[in-house]
């Protein structure tokens, strides 16, 4: 059975930096194939996909946060980080964390999400 | 355009027949997949690989594509379908695109 689950802040202020862990089971991260992303929805708006880490280390970012972002990974623990600089208020969201198999490409399972918000 | 794009709210009278769309360029080389979202819920993947359909998703929902546009079809909507619909697609560099979202209302 596939989890994954999201920790964090909840409350972080303008200009810190973010980080936030996938705890994941049910899958390996070392397995060809298997990737982690990070998936934001802030209040009342669409998903934005942010980052994916593959199982070979390949990283990809969303091109127009590729410079606050970085996504890692420990295989050993089962765990990605995501890392966001320099917050911002309009950063606040519900972030995600979902597996993808390649090749289908799809957001097959998802965490519950962790609600963070920016705010002085 | 690099986007995809969907139309913000949809309705559908209870039984009824709707089809959701995804327009964008890059769904001439890419499957777009489709994700059912309720309030204070995570996504739910409804369709992917263009049509396939997972275990456990009922067979009244569907989904095709021609050209440009991915579609996804609810045969005899339910009250339970009311929700917020998803298209994502990806580009050769492995980046992805979420549509801005569809509400779809079942009246």
Not at chain 1, 90 to 100: E, G, I, P, R, W
Not at chain 2, 26 to 54: C, E, F, M
Not at chain 2, 79 to 105: I, M, P, Q, W
Request: a neutral charge.
């Amino acid at each position: 059975q596939v989890t994954l689950r999201e920790s964090g802040p909840a409350l972080v202020k303008p200009t810190q930096t973010l980080t936030l862990t996938c705890t994941f089971s049910g899958f390996s991260l070392s397995i060809s194939g298997m990737c982690v992303t990070w998936i934001r929805q802030s209040p009342g708006k669409a998903l934005e996909w942010l980052a994916r880490i593959d199982w070979d280390g390949e990283e990809h970012y969303n091109i127009f946060l590729k410079s606050r972002l970085t996504i890692s990974k420990d295989t050993s623990r089962n765990q990605v980080v995501l890392t966001m600089t320099n917050m911002d208020p309009d950063d606040t969201a519900t972030y995600y964390c979902a597996q993808l198999v390649v090749p289908s490409y799809t957001f097959d399972y998802w965490g519950q999400g962790i609600l963070v918000t920016v705010s002085s | 355009s690099s986007e995809l794009t969907q139309n913000p709210a949809v309705s559908v009278t209870l039984g009824q027949t709707v089809t959701i769309t995804c327009q964008g360029d890059r769904l001439r080389s890419y499957h777009a997949s489709w994700y059912q979202q309720k309030p204070g819920q995570a996504p739910l993947l409804v369709i992917h690989a263009k049509t396939n359909r997972p275990s456990g998703i009922p067979d009244r929902f569907s989904g095709s594509t021609s050209g440009y546009t991915a579609s996804l079809t609810i045969t005899g909507a339910q009250a339970e379908d009311e929700a917020d619909y998803y298209c994502v697609s990806r580009d050769s560099s492995g980046n992805h695109l979420f549509g801005g979202g569809t509400k779809l209302t079942v009246l």
